[in-house]
C-alpha cells in the first residue's frame, strides 16, 4: 500500500486548495482514510477523515472550512480547504491503516501568507 499526496503551494489568506491523496496497492473500497498535518516545529495533528461508507469527522479547528471525500474509480481523497488561514501552514500527509500498521504518504506542503 502506498500514498501519494498532491496539491499543496503557496496561497494568500483566505484563499482555497484542494489536495489530493492517490492509494497504490490495497482495498480502496474498505479502507478508512486519513489527512494529517504538522506545522512547523509542532506536533503531526489529526485533520479529517473519511471512512469507508463516506462517513467524515474533522478536528475543530478545522470544521467549517474543511471538506474531505473520495472517489473510487480514481482511487483518491480529497481535502478542500477554503478561507485558509496563516495557522493552517503545514506540510499534510494522507495515511490509512493497512494490515495493522499505519501507512504514511510523503506529504504535500502548503504555506498561507497573511
Known amino acids: 500500500v502506498q500514498l501519494q499526496a498532491s496539491g499543496g503551494g503557496l496561497v494568500q489568506s483566505g484563499g482555497s486548495l484542494r489536495l489530493s491523496c492517490k492509494l497504490s496497492?490495497?482495498?480502496?473500497?474498505?479502507?478508512?482514510l486519513d489527512w494529517y498535518r504538522q506545522a512547523p516545529g509542532e506536533e503531526r495533528e489529526f485533520v479529517a477523515t473519511?471512512?469507508?461508507?463516506?462517513?467524515?469527522n474533522y478536528a475543530d479547528s478545522v470544521k467549517g472550512r474543511f471538506t474531505v471525500s473520495r472517489e473510487w474509480p480514481r482511487r483518491t481523497m480529497y481535502l478542500q480547504i477554503d478561507n485558509l488561514k496563516p495557522e493552517d501552514t503545514a506540510v499534510y500527509y494522507c495515511?490509512?491503516?493497512?494490515?495493522?500498521?499505519?501507512?504514511w504518504g510523503q506529504g504535500t506542503l502548503v504555506t498561507v501568507s497573511s
Open positions: 495515511s490509512t491503516v493497512s494490515r495493522g500498521a499505519r501507512i
Open positions: 473519511v471512512s469507508a461508507n463516506g462517513a467524515t
Open positions: 496497492g490495497g482495498n480502496f473500497k474498505i479502507m478508512d
